[in-house]
């Protein structure tokens, strides 16, 4: 997957987004010679998208930036159903008010990322219950359930799977696949888009939109996955002390956001600044080529850029201010996150094992102790070694307590 000619896919190599691509000549011929309409669906499953969503989303800015019209597909009627891929049990059954409720949360990242309007290359929003929830079933059967192979489908790896280990797969699971496929050629008669992209779990319910499009007579669709990306130590990208790393900032802090990417392995700094941030190529490569303690000021940028794309210039920088203070200065700053304790908890001695797993420092009040037990606990940045510690208002500090895990995981403690 090398030598593109159209902008758009030699920035998608060179950035290190491409796994796979259906027809490769093909979609690079169709880029630079036609303003091409490409999508990414996004269920709404919760009321914000998390870290791996920033892959895709990012493939839409580029799709933009070259010239071309991306589509942020919500999935409305999908996650009436719920993608089985690579799961090991059902998805918890949504209502109509919840799913309406996480894609207005969803939408506040995208109004960041893309220009959204009426011109050729202006972004759209749509939604697939537009379609989806008005079907015939018998209809639907007929016209579209026809062309599916169940002998190809349960050959799918994230079908095999689950029914390797035994686990049941409802009729309602199987029948997103087919629905995902229809997504593709809706949005094809619409809209004339002829890309789908996604993650590569994606690649066989994204193929099989591909070949229903074949066979109900649209122009030729093409596919475009992306790697499954992982940290140099093989780590699943997203996971923070505190859960997921979700991108809106009411489930998961700017601060935090800033934080998750400076701590990024040293391995992984170049090929996470092509991916998660807009900075040219050559001024990356000097960033990736920095070497020994150099390279924490690569990730510092790569933390400031990362967060200004989320949760804008202001936030990110903000973000790094707070992070030089608390840890080059050693100041409190006022900034860092911050929970609320009832004023009469701590008059009469909040422990500190539970008030570190209500910061989210720690998942239970077992790993808070191994933490106070390891010495990694201070508060006020004095060390507490004992696990019946107990916090009172005597070490409130201008109003506050802080409370730290480490030497980068930090939060406030205020009384109400």
């Known amino acids: 997957m090398t030598g593109f000619k159209s902008e758009f896919l030699r920035t998608l190599s060179e950035r290190g987004f491409i ?3 259906s027809d490769e000549s093909g979609l690079d011929d169709l880029f630079r010679t036609e303003t091409v309409t490409a999508y990414v669906g996004y269920d709404a499953t919760a009321t914000s998208l998390h870290i791996g969503n920033l892959i895709s989303a990012t493939m839409l800015y580029w799709l933009q930036e070259t010239g071309h019209r991306p589509i942020a597909l919500m999935g409305g009627g999908t996650s009436m159903v719920g993608d089985p891929s690579f799961r090991d049990e059902q998805r918890k059954l949504l209502t109509p008010d919840a799913i309406n409720q996480n894609i207005e949360g969803i939408k506040r990242i995208f109004s960041r ?3 959204f309007g009426d011109g050729p290359t202006d972004a759209m929003m749509v939604n697939n219950a537009d379609w989806l929830m008005k079907l015939n079933y018998v209809e639907f059967l007929r016209d579209v359930g026809r062309h599916f192979s169940v002998n190809r489908m349960l050959s799918f790896d994230s079908v095999k799977i689950r029914l390797d280990r035994e686990q049941s797969l409802s009729f309602l699971e199987f029948n997103y696949m087919i629905m995902q496929g229809y997504d593709f050629v809706e949005l094809s008669r619409r809209y004339d888009c002829r890309l ?3 993650g590569s779990d ?5 193929i099989n939109g591909v070949d229903l499009g074949h066979r109900m007579g649209t122009p030729q669709l093409y596919a475009l996955t992306t790697p499954l990306l992982t940290t140099s130590s093989g780590a699943k990208m997203g996971k923070s002390a505190s859960g997921a790393v979700w991108l809106n900032e009411d489930v998961f802090s ?3 956001f800033w934080q998750y990417w400076r701590n990024t392995e040293d391995a992984d700094v170049g090929r996470f600044l092509k991916i998660f941030t807009r900075l040219p190529l050559d001024e990356i490569a000097q960033l ?3 070497g020994g303690s150099e390279i924490n000021e690569a990730k510092k940028i790569l933390a400031t850029e990362a967060t200004a794309i989320v949760h804008g210039r202001e936030a990110a920088e903000a973000s790094a201010e707070t992070a030089r203070v608390t840890f080059e200065e050693g100041a409190l700053a006022e900034s860092l996150p911050t929970i ?3 004023a009469s908890e701590l008059s009469a001695g909040a422990g500190l094992l539970g008030l570190i797993a209500q910061a989210g420092l720690a998942g239970s009040n077992g790993e808070a102790r191994r933490h106070v037990q390891g010495g990694a606990v201070r508060v006020n940045d004095e060390a507490v070694s004992d696990p019946r510690a107990v916090v009172s208002e005597a070490d409130l500090k201008d109003g506050v307590i802080k409370l730290s895990v480490g030497r980068k995981k930090h939060v406030l403690v205020r009384p109400q």
């Open 19 to 21: 796994h796979q691509l």
């Open 113 to 115: 990322i893309l220009n």
């Open 196 to 198: 789908q992209m996604g």
């Open 254 to 256: 700017p601060y935090d």
């Open 340 to 342: 609320a304790i009832a």
């Open 288 to 290: 990736e080529a920095l």
């Open 202 to 206: 994606q690649w066989g319910n994204i």
